[in-house]
């Protein structure tokens, strides 16, 4: 399997900290997608970086990309009761087309 | 554009009976995509279609999992029959051409509880 697997499983943290969560793969990517799902719904795009980029930053959102580690993190600062929820990272499958596939996730619990 | 639509939301049914998954994707995409969720195997690609053919559905765990896209607006996930293993939730995605660069748009999913 070429999933992207995430680390670590689990993060409990208060509101207004920040929250890192990484992201490692196997082999050699176009592009690496972090993504988000909420309690009993399916997963929202957060934000692409590709392999030519280190750093991408949406909102309060950072994600760095380290092709030659084959990982990459995502940073929310600042985070809030609403970011709640589990992270996904995606990934490219082996064998030509990009298929994403997903790791089992970082479940980030922000306490108020 | 409503997003992508999945039915039913909650299905119960008990061991052996066929189980039959819907969805619709966003108009205009190329890419459907089934995948199945648990919390012992995580997020599972099961099968996706390109221009509504099958690519690849090495992802269907045996043969009682069927998939069809009998059009750019429909799709169905058929489970017969039936095992209490196959209870999870099933998500539907799609998404445009050129999967490298795009992001894919994931329903509601379909919570399945076999008993």
């Known amino acids: 399997s070429q999933q992207g697997e995430e680390d670590p499983q689990a993060l409990s943290i208060q509101e207004g900290e920040n929250a890192t969560m990484n992201c490692s793969y196997k082999?050699?990517?176009?592009?690496l997608q972090w993504y988000r799902q909420n309690s009993g719904r399916g997963l929202v795009h957060l934000i692409l970086?590709?392999?030519?980029?280190r750093e991408k930053h949406s909102g309060r959102l950072r994600v760095t990309l380290d092709t030659s580690k084959k990982s990459s993190s995502l940073l929310i600062t600042a985070s809030r009761a609403a970011d709640t929820a589990s992270y996904f990272c995606?990934?490219?499958?082996?064998?030509?087309?990009?298929?994403?596939?997903f790791g089992r996730g970082t479940s980030l619990i922000v306490h108020p | 554009d409503a997003g992508v639509i999945q039915s039913p939301r909650h299905e119960v049914t008990e061991m052996g009976q066929e189980v039959t998954l819907r969805c619709k994707p966003i108009?205009?995409?190329?890419?459907l995509f089934w995948y199945r969720q648990t919390m012992m195997r995580g997020l599972e690609l099961l099968i996706y279609?390109?221009?509504?053919?099958?690519?690849?559905d090495s992802g269907m765990p045996e043969d009682r999992f069927s998939a069809k896209m009998p059009n750019a607006s429909f799709s169905t996930l058929k489970i017969q029959p039936s095992e209490p293993r196959d209870s999870a939730v099933y998500f539907c995605?799609?998404?445009?051409?050129?999967?490298?660069?795009?992001?894919?748009?994931f329903g509601p999913g379909t919570r399945l509880t076999v008993l």
């Open positions: 995605a799609s998404t445009l051409s050129d999967l490298s660069y795009n992001e894919q748009f």
């Open positions: 082999t050699s990517i176009n592009n």
């Open positions: 970086i590709r392999s030519n980029e």
């Open positions: 995606a990934t490219g499958r082996s064998g030509g087309s990009y298929i994403p596939t």
């Open positions: 108009s205009g995409h190329d890419y």
């Open positions: 279609f390109n221009n509504n053919v099958p690519i690849d």
